[in-house]
């Protein structure tokens, strides 16, 4: 398929950098604003890539914007959108889209830290030299923690990134996590993700695929943060991932069905493999994820879920 020219944005020998954006959303996240912001300032970039703007979209009540609005006067570069009434994740990263100044728009979460002042450069490094690159995903990485709920978070995370990084190479659904993403100018200008859904990730992924774009999966680029702390949290989140799961069945049909297939060797192979060297966090996890399965249906999963509070305080 032929890219249209206005799309071809990738920089020559000669011409001027490409500018990225950043881009947060957050609700009430006062305790780690500070950290992700002090570590996005800190970012650079080189001789292809200019960070020009980072935006905040903020639906908080708790200070957030009041922090935010501090860094503004620390750099210029730093922008805050906030709303006096929470507007959910997916509107925010539409918000972030629409006001970018970038060509390439970089999606950080909130409760998040860049593993070094090289991972921008690193995430959008192989979009600046693939213009059929539509999304390169960076890769979470989970912080170990001693208390059991944190073992057994910790023991999903090791499952699932086991799978991302087998399956198609790296550059698959499951590689695609809103904790970090850069989103090509084609996949910002057209693509807005519907009031109402629940997983903007992945939203943005099947949409890139559909548009016959590719994903690049990006292992050196890390961000590290926290996984959930106790089985409240856990299962709010395997609620909401079942309820996004329905929600891709409906918008994406088929193409849905075939990007979220796991070939069942592959996922019970990673699975064992975490397994053996965790059987308590392997029971307990399984035992949860069967529970999910069976009762997300009667859970109040809405576009504005709970938060998982216990993934917070990373520092």
């Not at 002090?38 to 935006?55: C, F, H, M, Y």
């Not at 805050?80 to 999606?107: C, D, M, T, W, Y």
């Not at 109402?196 to 774009?213: E, H, W």
């Not at 009762?295 to 520092?315: C, D, E, G, Q």
């Amino acid at each position: 398929m032929a890219i249209p020219a206005r799309d071809c944005f990738y920089r020559r020998r000669g011409t001027e950098l490409v500018d990225v954006a950043l881009g947060i959303a957050s609700f009430n996240e006062a305790q780690n604003i500070n950290n992700i912001l002090d570590a996005l300032v800190a970012q650079k970039g080189n001789d292809e890539i200019k960070i020009v703007q980072i935006i905040v979209s903020d639906d908080s009540s708790d200070g957030t914007e009041t922090l935010v609005k501090k860094w503004t006067r620390r750099d210029r570069r730093i922008r805050v959108l906030h709303h006096s009434s929470r507007q959910g994740k997916s509107a925010a990263v539409n918000e972030i889209f629409e006001h970018s100044r970038g060509k390439i728009v970089v999606l950080f979460d909130a409760d998040v830290l860049p593993a070094d002042d090289q991972v921008v450069v690193r995430l959008v490094s192989p979009m600046l030299r693939n213009p059929t690159i539509g999304v390169c995903a960076g890769a979470p990485c989970a912080l170990e923690t001693k208390n059991l709920m944190g073992r057994v978070g910790y023991f999903t995370f090791k499952v699932w990134d086991d799978v991302r990084r087998t399956l198609k190479g790296g550059s698959n659904f499951f590689s695609v996590h809103g904790k970090i993403m850069a989103v090509s100018p084609v996949i910002g200008r057209r693509v807005r993700i519907p009031t109402g859904t629940i997983g903007d990730d992945a939203y943005i992924y099947l949409s890139c695929v559909r548009m016959g774009k590719r994903v690049h999966f990006v292992s050196s680029a890390v961000v590290y943060y926290k996984e959930t702390q106790n089985i409240h949290d856990y299962l709010i989140r395997r609620y909401r991932y079942e309820r996004n799961l329905t929600q891709l069945m409906v918008i994406f049909g088929n193409l849905a069905s075939t990007e979220l297939a796991i070939p069942r060797n592959m996922l019970v192979t990673c699975t064992l493999k975490e397994g053996l060297g965790d059987p308590l966090s392997l029971i307990i996890a399984t035992t949860l994820v069967v529970w999910s399965k069976l009762y997300y249906r009667a859970a109040k999963v809405a576009p504005l879920w709970t938060i998982a509070t216990s993934t917070k305080h990373l520092s």
